[in-house]
């Protein structure tokens, strides 16, 4: 049994996702109407379709020599950070306060991946000093400044 | 010149506050490995918006200037090139920052980027009028070819991966097309409702340059390990002036190279650096001293990649086509204010052309006695820990893009875009020809449909759009260019590689 190693299982399934995009959108084009309003991207499509089928041909048969794909201790690492976020954007900007929510994930965020021992104080009170540097300048920066007027809700 | 008549606009409080802003500002953002050029330009668009159109592109073209010399600061100092840009700098800045010759090396490299520089931003001066005059002959098929060509460049050049990058030059153009068409008014492809106004050009920009370079230093894990900063000792900044005027050749050479390798579309200041170290150390008496610490390869490289950034705007401001990733995001900045390149600049907006241009030059001058004054600071602000700079630009990214239409639509677009662009770039596809795809999409577009009616009501489409010298010489160098890279792909890379630099 040959052995298919991860990158190449990797390239398979990201070149196979953006192909089905790639056919998926040449199928929209193809059958939408008015045809008039499809005419530059059917254009566009056939050309996506035949690139992106290209290349996951090249991935399945091993010829991929770009890119690494993400390995196991990348995604490991990246992985917290990803979750910590994507809720931060897709659920708490808007459901606890903008400003609320960017700073905890601010905080969360620099804790995790900060190198500095968890144990001492002095490590934590630096975070906490930071985090409300960094809840100033936004602060300054966009509701004074630029007078943006953010998402509330429960918080600020 | 015309361009002397709005000089005194460039001097007005805010105008010169915001150049100035800009220019310490990128030399700080520049030195700090893992924010690029194209990054800060992105992160700082959204700031353009709430000012004049004029002031906010003096703003991104200071931050553009100086993270690219900015960049030197930490490459000299701490063996990481701030930007791509940098990278032939390190191979004798460094080595000199360790002979103790620090300061000598930051001193050549600020006064070589601004010698480079201000002869890059003459030439755009000088050639850009004459360019966007000759941009009037053409029609909607030639602006059609154009932005494909625009595309198709940067695809191939800019990429590892000729098919890759032509592939994210695709996904740019569909993107391009999402929301309801100017013409039928038909939806198309709105499969979200945050995507009904089609995607914003700001909230794109900042996701797809910000997003993955937060993931990068996600990924990296709690990275402990910061690289010592050499510190700098006193240096007389005359003997580094007689320095520079002892090394004509190196600064010749490296000053056309950069100028020339500027003017053609996606080829980068990576590329301008390396391409000049080399021609230096090949014309070179010293040749046996490159790479042991030797001034001229300092100066070679540093006035190649600011050499590179006035003309790198002469295909922008005249035909749409940016010269590298940082002036396709400029193009986005132009685009927002409702300013199109081209002759439509020149002749409506000239304030706004000229001003801008004219805050490049004095920029340069800037960034050359700033530079020599904030290089220490810039090395220590280079060692702000990953987990801080990751939590800022997210945090960044986030309330930039919501700003700019008070919407979490764009936020959503922002984060779903970065995301996707960090998985896409694990696999060898390359942002700036998204990020061009998705610029020169609708102007394609348009000039396709409006050709298309010529065509319908004349001789047809494939008359229309394929004969003609102007579109054949635009479908040649289209094929060229690709053909060009497909070869220089198979024939492996050409130039040293960054990794081989680093090791």
Known sequence: MSYVSLPRVQHIVASGFIAAVGMWVAWVSYTQQPAEAFLFPRLISTVFVVLAVWTFVKAILGWTKVGHGVSRRDFVWLLPGLIIALIYIF???????????????????????????????????????????????????????????????IFF | MEFLY??????????FGLLLLGTIGGLILGATPGLSPTMAVALLIPFTFHLAPVQGLILLGAAYTSTVAGGAV?????????????????????????????????????????????????????????????????????LFWLAILGVTVIGSLDSA??????????????????????????????????????????????????IPQVLTMFAKGRNAAN????????????????????????????????????????????????????????????????????????????????????????????????????????LGGLLIHGIFPGTDLFDNHPDVAWTFINSMLIGQVLMCLFGLYVAGLAARVAQVPQSVMAAVVLGLAVFGSYSVQSSMGDVYVMATLGVMMYFLERFGFSAAPLVLGLILGPIAEANFIQGSMIAGAT???????????????????????????????????????????MA
Not at chain 2, 179 to 204: K, V
């Open chain 1, 91 to 153: 659920w708490a900007a808007k459901a606890v306060g903008f400003y609320t929510a960017g700073t905890i994930a601010f905080f969360m965020l620099l804790s995790f991946y900060d190198p500095a021992p968890h144990g001492e104080a002095k490590t934590w009170i630096k975070r906490v000093t930071i985090t409300a540097g960094f809840l100033a300048v936004m602060y300054g920066l966009f509701a004074m400044l630029l007078k943006v007027y953010t998402p509330r809700e």
């Open chain 2, 6 to 15: 709005y000089f005194g606009d460039v001097f007005t409080p805010i105008s």
């Open chain 2, 74 to 142: 930490s490459a000299i100092l701490l063996k990481i090139p701030g930007a791509p840009a940098n990278i032939a700098t390190t191979l004798d800045g460094h080595t000199m920052a360790k002979q103790g010759k620090g300061a000598q090396a930051l001193q050549l490299s600020f006064l070589a980027s601004a010698v480079g520089g201000v002869i890059g931003v003459l030439l755009l001066i000088f050639l850009t009028p004459v360019l966007a005059q000759w941009a009037l002959a053409f029609g909607p098929s030639h």
């Open chain 2, 161 to 210: 991966s000729v098919v890759k990058g032509l592939l994210s030059g695709c996904i740019g153009l569909w993107l391009a097309t999402i929301g309801f068409d100017d013409i039928m008014g038909a939806q198309r492809f709105i499969f979200h409702p945050a995507l009904g106004g089609g995607i914003n050009i700001i909230a794109a920009l900042i996701g797809l340059f910000a």
């Open chain 2, 227 to 330: 690289a010592e900063v050499i510190d700098v000792e006193k240096h007389s900044i005359m003997d580094a002036v007689r320095e520079l005027l002892r090394r004509p050749k190196a600064l010749s050479i490296g000053t056309i190279t950069g100028s020339v390798i500027g003017l053609i579309p996606g080829v980068g200041g990576q590329i301008a650096g390396l391409v000049a170290y080399d021609q230096t150390k090949k014309f070179s008496s010293e040749r046996e001293k490159f790479g042991k610490g030797h001034s001229e390869g300092v100066i070679a490289a540093e006035s190649a990649n600011n050499a590179m950034v006035g003309p790198s705007l002469v295909p922008l401001l005249t035909l749409s086509i940016p010269g590298s990733p940082t002036a396709a995001v400029l």
């Open chain 2, 459 to 501: 001789d047809g489409m494939a008359s229309y759009f394929l004969t003609g010298a102007l579109n054949i010489v635009l479908i040649a160098i289209v094929i060229a260019s690709i053909a060009y890279s497909v070869w220089m792909e198979l024939r492996s890379r050409r130039y040293t590689s960054k990794e081989e630099i």
